[in-house]
T-cell receptor
Framework: DVKVTQSSRYLVKRTGEKVFLECVQD?????MFWYRQDPGLGLRLIYF???????EKGDIPEGYSVSREKKERFSLILESASTNQTSMYLC????????????FGPGTRLTVT | AQSVTQPDIHITVSEGASLELRCNYS??????LFWYVQSPGQGLQLLLK????DTLVQGIKGFEAEFKRSQSSFNLRKPSVHWSDAAEYFC????????????WGAGTKLIIKP
């Protein structure tokens, strides 16, 4: 089974802090994704990566950056956390690009106070 | 622009009753179609997918979905729901010109009445 793990299930940070969310997948997938999930808005894509050191902006990249130094690991960085970044963050990976099944981690519930 | 619509934010169904969750998409060609389920506190799990072929697809947990090209729909069905089906359900569409993105519906929260 594909396994996608995220470093924390719950995280509480203060406004202005730099926040790192880590995601690791164990199936050698090329593609990895970071989403945020808010009630009534579904999933919104923040960034995705289709190869090591490659990244593309999604729909809502402002205030976020990403890093992919190794194929299995994709990190989301909040450079200076703000209260409007309080959300559920979901990481996913897939073997193929658009149209391919995505496998999700359990999510990180981030609260910024 | 491509879009996915799940018109029902919440649906309440009695245990044992049948279920249909609606999903409509806007796209010029036939996309790849997915239904995912998110149980409380969990990540998303794939229920079923349609790429081509038979328009009625079977998934896990007794779910099925039917692709209707003329209606641009991919509705999810289950003949008899169980309390454990209470969750949020997301429809997603994969289009080859979307720069590797899946386009997601806003989700439908399923509530089961005992």
């Amino acid at each position: 089974d594909v396994k996608v793990t995220q470093s924390s299930r719950y995280l509480v940070k203060r406004t202005g802090e730099k926040v790192f969310l880590e995601c690791v997948q164990d199936m050698d997938h090329e593609n990895m994704f970071w989403y945020r999930q808010d009630p009534g808005l579904g999933l919104r894509l923040i960034y995705f990566s289709y190869d090591v050191k490659m990244k593309e902006k999604g729909d809502i990249p402002e205030g976020y950056s990403v890093s992919r130094e190794k194929k299995e690991r994709f990190s989301l960085i909040l450079e200076s956390a703000s209260t409007n970044q309080t959300s559920m963050y979901l990481c996913a990976s897939s073997l193929t690009p658009a149209g391919g099944e995505q496998y999700f981690g359990p999510g990180t519930r981030l609260t910024v106070t | 622009a491509q879009s996915v619509t799940q018109p029902d934010i919440h649906i309440t169904v009695s245990e044992g009753a049948s279920l249909e969750l609606r999903c409509n998409y806007s796209y010029g060609a036939t996309p790849y179609l997915f239904w995912y389920v998110q149980s409380p506190g969990q990540g998303l799990q794939l229920l079923l997918k349609y790429f081509s072929g038979d328009t009625l697809v079977q998934g896990i947990k007794g779910f099925e979905a039917e692709f209707k090209r003329s209606q641009s729909s991919f509705n999810l069905r289950k003949p008899s729901v169980h309390w454990s089906d209470a969750a949020e359900y997301f429809c997603a569409v994969g289009v080859m010109d979307s720069n590797y993105q899946l386009i997601w519906g806003a989700g439908t929260k399923l509530i089961i009445k005992p």
